[in-house]
């Protein structure tokens, strides 16, 4: 075998083949990847990218989970009215940038993953079936959250339930897995990330890779010259072990560590600016791939159609009739009795929990409004039906909602009549609130 490529080899086969825990965990092992890209002061910086994305988009996640299904100690404002338009917009735009993060890190790791013994001491079994689930679990999570925002669904859970039961699940594993390395990551963020020094002398392995060494010292590096380099060409690259397991830039060199990480951040802001239009009108332009490009009739998207919520004749039905109840008191108003009403005007998002959101200035009567109108007191939360029958046919608003001045059932947008599909003949538009609650083609109101 040439001398260029025999101690690349070797240390190669070493990794493949060696039985012990140490040389199966040779991330630690500043011998064998500190020189390279695959060093763990490089991965560490990736995962920890990562780990900052995972956390953001949990933690909004979690926020628009209770907003929809609220335990009693939880408490949502009503204010700022552009605060969830902001924390879903940062869960789909963190989840998406999660997506090329995971795909350098597993790039950097991969050997890892396949390395031996595969169990070896119940440690390593815990940190190799930590791994498993957290591979597996994230991209189960981020290929179906993906699918969600273009609100295509191959498959026959739902969605939402599922979604939520695997975060913990993606949350538990990377917890796991960063305590079990953490001694390892420690170490390399405290390290200067183009250092090849050995992060600690203590976890390195006796294996085989010492006499390869060995036989490097010995064995000087050598330069793969042609006729083409004696003719100014750029300089000959140095088979040595400082790039061995680099990749090779144009201009002859290896690329370091740091142009790798700079790239991976790169990488990250082209995902998050191709969906935060969805979120940011701003940046329409420029998100290519976001489902959503912020326009639909009046102005507004639309997410469910009148046809497919089956209310066409029952929302145009001349019989229409809105109830609205507080205790003993009932009435039921027409369409035109209510835009007799006192009417207002709200500037207000629509933010959907796919991530997308459209400014509107809606036209109708105030919530509160309508509660004195059937004798009620302010402080209550109120109960909304739809004409649409299922799952989100039903919505609660909470009185910090139903007494707020901009939360309206609304009868316009951008200054006309609503279309049918995006809910006439009235709907409702509350501040700070998912899309999926903000009901449409509303037949019954109940203050409770």
Not at 156 to 161: D, E, G, L
Request: charged share 15%; hydrophobic share 45%.
């Amino acid at each position: 075998m040439s001398a260029h490529w025999r101690v690349p080899f070797e240390r190669f086969r070493a990794n493949l083949s060696h039985g012990s825990d140490a040389t199966a965990n040779a991330v630690s092992s500043p011998s064998v990847d500190d020189t390279g890209l695959r060093s763990p002061r490089l991965i560490a910086r990736v995962g920890t990218l990562l780990a900052f994305c995972i956390t953001v988009c949990f933690v909004t996640g979690m926020l628009s989970h209770w907003i929809q299904h609220p335990p009693s100690w939880f408490y949502w404002p009503s204010r700022p009215v552009w605060l969830y338009q902001v924390t879903q917009g940062l869960h789909v735009i963190t989840g998406v940038v999660t997506i090329p993060l995971l795909l350098i890190k597993l790039q950097l790791v991969y050997p890892k993953l396949f390395a031996r013994p595969i169990v070896g001491s119940p440690a390593r079994a815990v940190e190799r079936a930590s791994v498993a689930v957290l591979v597996s679990s994230t991209i189960f999570q981020l290929l179906t959250g993906l699918l969600n925002t273009a609100q295509w669904y191959p498959w026959k859970f739902f969605f939402t339930t599922t979604h939520y039961a695997m975060s913990f699940l993606v949350v538990a594993s990377v917890l796991v897995h960063i305590a079990v390395k953490l001694p390892i990551i420690q170490r390399a963020l405290g390290s200067p990330l183009e250092a090849t020094d050995p992060i600690d002398n203590n976890l390195r392995p006796a294996t085989p890779i010492e006499d390869s060494e060995a036989l490097h010292e010995q064995t000087p590096p050598r330069e793969v010259t042609s006729v083409a380099s004696s003719a100014g060409s750029p300089p000959p690259v140095r088979m040595g072990k400082d790039n061995w397991f680099a990749t090779f830039g144009s201009d002859g060199g290896a690329v370091s560590r740091r142009t790798v990480l700079r790239g991976t951040v790169v990488v990250g802001l082209l995902a998050a600016l191709a969906f935060a239009g969805q979120t940011v009108p701003f940046l329409r332009w420029i998100a290519f791939l976001a489902p959503r490009s912020g326009e639909g009739p009046q102005g507004v998207p639309i997410n469910r159609t009148a046809s497919a919520a089956g209310v066409l004749e029952s929302a145009r039905s001349p019989d229409y009739r809105l109830t609205i109840s507080s205790g003993p008191m009932t009435r039921e108003l027409t369409i035109d009795q209510l835009r007799a009403l006192p009417q207002h005007r709200s500037d207000l998002p629509i933010a959907c929990v796919e991530g997308w959101s459209a400014q509107g200035k809606w036209g109708g009567v105030r919530v509160r409004d309508l509660v004195a109108f059937v004798g009620g007191d302010r402080g209550h939360d109120i109960r909304l039906t739809s004409l649409e029958a299922g799952l989100y046919g039903v919505s609660t608003l909470p009185a910090n909602f139903a007494d707020d001045p901009l939360s309206l059932i609304a009868l316009e947008l951008n200054g006309e009549p609503l279309t049918i599909d995006h809910g006439y003949p009235c709907r409702l538009i509350a501040p700070n609130r998912p899309g999926v609650l903000q009901t449409k083609w509303l037949t019954r109101i109940e203050i409770l």
